[in-house]
C-alpha cells in the first residue's frame, strides 16, 4: 500500500504564499510506479475540485483556470514527495488539499481515478 501525509497548510492573509508538501511511504514498488500526483481541495459546502497534477513520464502539468499563474506543482521522485508552491492567495482558495497519487498510462489518464489519498491539510485565507 501507499500512504500520502500531506504537510504545510495555515493560516495566510491574502496575497500571501504557502507551499504545500506530501509525502508519499510505504510500498517501494508501488511507490517508484506512481507517475500521476495531484493536488485536489473542498472547500465547505462545496464539490472537491483538481487543483493541479503532474505525470512525470510525460512532463505534463495541469492547472485548473483558477489557480493558473498562482501556484506551482512539482515533484521530487528521489524524495518520494510532492509540492504545491501556492502564492497571490486568494480567500477562495482556502479549504481541506488534499494530496492523490496513481499510475497512469497515459497523460490522458492523468487527472481521476486516484486509488491513494491523504487526510488533507488546511488551507485558511483571510482578506
Known amino acids: 500500500q501507499v500512504q500520502l501525509v500531506e504537510s504545510g497548510g495555515g493560516s495566510v492573509q491574502a496575497g500571501g504564499s504557502l507551499r504545500l508538501s506530501c509525502a508519499a511511504s510505504g510500498s517501494t514498488y508501488l511507490i517508484n510506479l506512481i507517475n500521476c500526483m495531484a493536488w485536489f481541495r473542498q472547500a465547505p459546502g462545496k464539490e472537491r475540485e483538481r487543483v493541479a497534477h503532474?505525470?512525470?513520464?510525460?512532463?505534463?502539468?495541469y492547472y485548473a483556470d483558477s489557480v493558473k499563474g498562482r501556484f506551482t506543482i512539482s515533484r521530487d521522485s528521489a524524495k518520494n514527495a510532492l509540492y504545491l508552491q501556492m502564492n497571490s492567495l486568494k480567500p477562495e482558495d482556502a479549504g481541506m488539499y488534499y494530496c492523490a497519487a496513481r499510475f497512469a498510462a497515459t497523460r490522458a489518464q492523468c487527472g481521476a481515478g486516484f486509488p491513494y489519498w491523504g487526510q488533507g491539510t488546511q488551507v485558511t485565507v483571510s482578506s
Open positions: 503532474i505525470h512525470t513520464s510525460s512532463g505534463s502539468t
